[in-house]
């Protein structure tokens, strides 16, 4: 089937064109997008893509870095503010596909996919959202993913994280049955600030354990002013699947997620490997 | 609905193809101007088959829209050898019987090819690295490893350049 591409300088334009077309797509990497015009998705009519500059920057001054939806997963790992970033982005597909997936892309990928949204979610990320009419929407991007589903309007432009005054106590784990590349059988982001060597406003996030990922709030909740041994996170531990909902697919059962769960939460919380 | 033109370089020589809306690279090259090195896998960018190099960098060509290609430079497997001179990664497959059904193999070559031309000197973890993206389901990798490593082990990218190729 052929399809009409519209190209525009400006998010703006292209979030306006995205607004006027329900058949219409924005795609930027392709990975997503491409995939379902080669699987026949026949509810895509329009390909609107942005040559936007801004898209496609990363801007790290001040207190927060921001990170333009259209920066790829290999922009984030050659640059040295978002290092905190680099496990995340690194574990994201084979090289080809860390050459074109994007930032924006990745808060969209489906459960099992998303690692980078996960580690973006533990950062207490905000993500600027551009509608039809009228200027960008900042919003959490828990609340973005928490209604992502549902076909919320808007284009993604921006991602926003505070830098890290330690990058030490941002952690990421990716649980894949196949290495160096493999899709997710789960994975954790937390970033875990430390006070007196005690937990201070924990951020765990979950991916592949929801239909989008998720924080782990019982876990967080546990973890404040614990200290990070065997003793002060057991009871993160027996809350860890609570509010999770992960689906049986071809890589793990929702039983064996479950299950594993708490194993590998407990390796990120104690910085153990393997 | 109207076609449109898209122009890059391919392998070193300027190109000029119609596509249509949504076509993606892979269809560009195979239908379009007759390179039918890159082969179409899964087209969900989870075999590599289609990997191909557009300005240096390896992509997924089925995965990649056509339309956003105009003015890059496009390297494929089919670009590697000079005649009969082939390329040293071409090589080393070769003595390392790297292929079997070869149906991975441009693909192979190509992730190879990217990883060479930014670290002439990997370690054997940079090599399963590099070819993590592509699925083989003949050799077990090892012999596609050890080719690699023995390509770059004799200069593979310094050899391509050798041989006065546009092709690096």
């Known amino acids: 089937m052929t399809l009409e591409v519209k190209t525009f300088g400006l ?10 077309d329900r058949a219409a797509r924005f795609i930027s990497g392709g990975t997503l997008v491409m995939r379902a015009i080669n ?22 001054e001040g207190s927060r870095i921001d990170i333009g939806a259209g920066v790829r997963m290999v922009d984030i790992l050659g640059n040295r503010d978002l290092t905190f970033l680099h496990p995340a982005a690194r574990v994201v597909g084979g090289p080809a596909v860390r050459a074109m997936a994007t930032v924006g892309g990745n ?27 009228g200027g960008a929407q900042q919003m959490p991007l828990e609340q973005f993913l928490a209604g992502r589903d549902r076909g919320q309007a808007g284009l993604v432009t921006m991602v926003s994280v505070a830098r890290l005054a330690n990058p030490e106590a941002f952690r990421f784990r990716k649980i894949a049955r196949v290495k160096p590349k493999g899709i997710s059988v789960l994975s954790i982001a937390a970033h875990l600030p430390l006070s007196g060597g005690r937990v201070t406003s ?55 997620r479950r299950e594993v769960l708490p194993i590998h939460l407990q390796r990120l919380l104690l910085g153990q490997t393997g | 609905m109207a076609k449109t033109p898209v122009q890059f370089r391919l392998n070193g020589s300027d190109k000029a193809v119609f596509v249509d809306g949504g076509d993606n690279l892979l269809n560009a090259l195979r ?37 956003t290609c105009a003015g890059r430079s496009i390297e494929t497997a089919m670009g590697l050898s000079d005649g009969p001179s082939l390329h040293p990664l071409q090589t080393a497959f070769m003595e390392h019987f790297a292929a079997q059904c070869g149906f991975c193999t441009p693909g192979m070559l190509m992730a190879a ?20 993206g592509n699925i083989c389901r003949c050799t077990g990798y090892e012999p596609i490893i050890n080719a690699i490593l023995d390509a770059a082990s004799k200069g593979s990218t310094a050899g391509a350049e050798g041989q006065g190729r546009a092709r690096v």
Do not use: H
């Open chain 1, 107 to 133: 808060l969209f990928a489906p459960s099992p996919y998303g690692d980078l949204a996960v580690a973006l979610l533990a950062l207490d990320a905000t993500v600027s959202v551009q509608g039809g009419y």
């Open chain 2, 113 to 132: 090819k990217a990883l060479l031309d930014r670290n002439p000197a990997p370690t054997r973890a940079d090599v399963v690295e590099a070819i993590s």
């Open chain 1, 11 to 20: 998010m703006s334009e292209a979030a306006t064109a995205l607004a006027s």
């Open chain 1, 202 to 256: 924990p951020r765990v996030a979950y991916g592949a354990m929801a239909p989008a990922p998720i924080r782990a709030r019982a876990v967080e909740r546990a973890l404040e002013g614990r200290n990070l041994d065997e003793a002060g996170i057991a009871s993160a531990l027996a809350v860890a699947a609570e509010g999770t909902s992960p689906a049986t697919d071809a890589l793990a059962s929702a039983w064996y």
């Open chain 2, 31 to 67: 239908r379009g101007v007759g390179d039918t090195s890159a082969k179409f896998g899964c087209g969900q960018g989870a075999c590599g088959v289609c990997t191909v190099l557009i300005d240096g960098e390896p992509r997924l060509a089925c995965l990649t829209l056509a339309e």
């Open chain 1, 39 to 60: 699987e026949g998705d026949t509810t895509i009519a329009t390909l609107v893509r942005s040559t936007d500059a801004s898209y496609r920057q990363i801007r790290a």
